[in-house]
DNA sequence: GTTGACTCTATAGTCGCTATAGGCACTACG
DNA sequence: CGTAGTGCCTATAGCGACTATAGAGTCAAC
């Protein structure tokens, strides 16, 4: 018996617009309709967007899940190019792990700085006014000196607490 | 003398672009202006910039800078809250890399999946399919199985309120 | 018949930039 | 003097993967 939008959410916990994200990018086909207009889901329906969040589960992004759709469609290539993907990908966490820990080091350096609990001279605001006192990595690739970043600036950093209740 | 905006811009490290964007959020006061419209900065600018491109590389947001610049400019409580603020930024990479160490053993797992060079069959396209064959983590709280997420899916709704409340 | 939960579409906002378009200012060279 | 090349100006749109809001229709229960 079909779904609503609403009972597929819950069985692959996500939301519901995010469902009809996944339709309008083209990750999920147009489904049946009700009279009244109401998106009806089959099994195969549940098992794609199962599969679409299990991808994203593991890092990957939609261009790469429609790639991967598109050839469990259609398998008309041989799979070398997904051992290649996770490969990139397992790549790319080694890497922000490591850009992490070097600001972790960092952080807990400007953490020692201040024990503060004062209006003037506060440690952590001299540090970053005028770099920092940790000796690590006085070297041109680290990432306080180098301009590319612990992690690409571009990505907000501050996901935290209120993201998912419910 | 003064400096125009790709001057600054060399300076510290960023784009001409990032600097107009960082005045736009009210992170740097409007400039000098010559008589043909072009910004001219002094050193505090300089050191204002620094300041945030410093921020920024610990991984703070905008928001954040803005309450750090504000307690600069004039320090009407105590610097505790900074404090709390780098601890949490601590603990938030903590957990940042906590949950890619896990999600490195799921791609790790995936990737062993298949040794492949076939159509059909592909073991990482299964194991998307019907779910982990690794059993590190059956447990509900596993990223894999919990909805949670191996680093937050939902990045932008990490939203917190104003660094320095209280 | 009214409440409340659910669904629909459409649009805008998130974050920290990046990219593009169209135009003005300044310098160097011929 | 004209022109090429660079830099600067404003304004607007785009990125990714959603999230939030508005306004309206649908449906089951009371």
Same mark, same amino acid.
């Given at each position: 018996?079909?779904?609503?939008? =609403? ?16 339709? &309008? ?7 049946? #309709? ?7 889901? =089959?099994?195969?329906?549940?098992? @794609? ?22 050839? &469990? ?14 490969? &990139? ?21 400007? @953490?020692?700085?201040?024990? =503060?609990?004062? #209006?003037? =001279? ?43 209740? &419910?």
């Amino acid at each position: 018996m079909p779904l609503k939008i =609403g009972e597929l959410a819950r069985l692959a916990g996500c939301q519901v617009v995010t469902i009809r994200y996944y339709e &309008k990018e083209g990750l999920l086909p147009p489904p049946e #309709r009700t009279d009244s207009n109401y998106r009806l889901y =089959g099994d195969a329906a549940v098992e @794609r967007l199962h599969f679409i969040r299990r991808c994203r589960l593991h890092g990957m992004n939609l261009a790469e899940i429609r790639d991967l759709l598109a050839f &469990k469609d259609n398998p008309s290539v041989s799979c070398a190019w997904i051992n290649d993907l996770v490969d &990139k990908h397992i790549a790319d966490v080694e890497r922000q792990i490591a850009s992490l820990q070097h600001l972790k080091m960092h952080l807990e350096a400007l @953490r020692h700085a201040c024990a =503060g609990d004062h #209006r003037e =001279g506060c440690g952590i605001i001299d540090t970053l006014d005028h770099g920092s006192p940790c000796t690590c990595c006085e070297e041109e690739h680290c990432c306080l000196n180098d301009g590319q970043g612990p992690f690409s600036l571009r990505r907000s950093s501050g996901k935290t607490t209120s993201a998912q209740q &419910k």
